[in-house]
């Protein structure tokens, strides 16, 4: 058997060994484990169930990490992305006041388009359609977009009637136990600790725990939670996305999951080699996998599934097969049994890793052209405009509407694709919708 497996995944081509493998999954899996915590505590906010949402968000991540290793024999994790969970429960459910059930719908929805633009391998034409700058200022927006959520999550950014936004009060214990969080993670981030985020998170509830500003659960270990509230719900709302303020949302999902993946599927193979005259090989084969989770844990109950950064750690550890994605979604497997964490893993806890994310996907921000102002300035719009109005979708629109103005003020629109000048309108039609 262990020959038959390092022969499928070419272990010895790639120079690596089932042990260094099963490591290098096990590394992934520990720094992003944290998703079954924070991935619940953002889609509750929309009105999901919490335990059904950690269900499904296990299950989504299992499947799209095993199916990413098994087809595309990648050494890349897929969960639920950070990032469009917070669009989909901040800006669709609470900001539109959608249901979360429609939201849900929507996401399947997009999940379809996007098996289907990968099956007719349309990706290029929509990859090539978007300007490389304004697919890194997205990136970077959800950044800001969740690192400013992690910051009011944890108390430390709130409310305030003068200047819209204030720091918190140090009087609050749960707020110091963002800070400590904070300090910690960072901390263990900058020293390269494997799972720095994820034994942030550890540290942070132990400390939540021993000073009393979180209370023990009654057992450790259980049966995973139910995913009754929210199985097949998404079919049966398919009907509900009948406006065009809903397929904006749709659009939003799919351009964001879509070009979120490529990116980081992009990134990670360069960073294990795999690229070759600029190309990815397999490439088709991990976007099917990727889009299959997709599809899949919208029928579970979760928000999209997209490839995670953290893969690089377990790259980084010598992870170079398939084998090391198959081995992160065993795992996720046996992360089913840990449901009773939910009740100790709080908002205070899970907003160091929102607020340190948030700086991964800034990263992408030094690649924009800022010295070119009919760049800088959509890029900026999209940047700044996702965590002052509190929308994702409202930041892509902005940038996507000025992008052909400041394009033509600079006698380059006819750089501009066709599908940026079809953006250009449905966007400004979403914008009137939404704040009329």
Known sequence: MKNKIAAYFELEKLHTTVRREVLAGFTTFISMAYILFVNPTVLGASGMDEGAVFTATALSSALGCILMGVLARYPIATAPAL???????????VGMGIPWETALAGVFVASLIFMVITIFKLRELIIEAIPVDLKYAISGGIGLFIAFIGLSEGGIIVANESTLVGMGSLGVGTTWLTIFGLVVTAILMIKRIPGAIFVGIIA????????NLIQAPDRLVSAAPSISSTFLVALKHVGDINSIQLWV????????????????????????GFMKGNKMPRVGKALAADS????????????????????SAGIAVGGRSGLTAVTTGIFFIFGLFFSPLLSVVT???????????????????????????EIAIPAFLILIGMPL????????ALGCIFYPITMIAAKRGKEVSPIMY???FV????MWILNT
């Open 422 to 424: 079809m953006l250009f």
């Open 83 to 93: 990032g469009i969970n917070a669009f989909f429960s901040y800006s669709v459910s």
């Open 292 to 311: 299959t989770a997709m599809l899949v844990g919208s029928l579970l109950g979760t928000s999209p599934v997209g490839a995670y950064v953290e893969s």
């Open 389 to 396: 109005t509190y929308s994702i979708a409202d930041g892509i």
């Open 204 to 211: 942070t509830t132990l400390l939540g725990l021993a000073t």
């Open 427 to 430: 966007f400004i039609g979403f």
């Open 249 to 272: 949302v749709v659009l939003t999902f799919l351009l964001v999951t879509f070009f979120d993946t490529a990116g980081t599927l992009v990134g990670l193979a360069n960073q294990a």
């Open 347 to 373: 908002p205070q806890v899970t907003a160091p890793a929102l607020i340190l994310v948030g700086v991964l996907m800034t990263h992408s921000l030094s690649q924009i052209e800022w010295s070119k102002m």
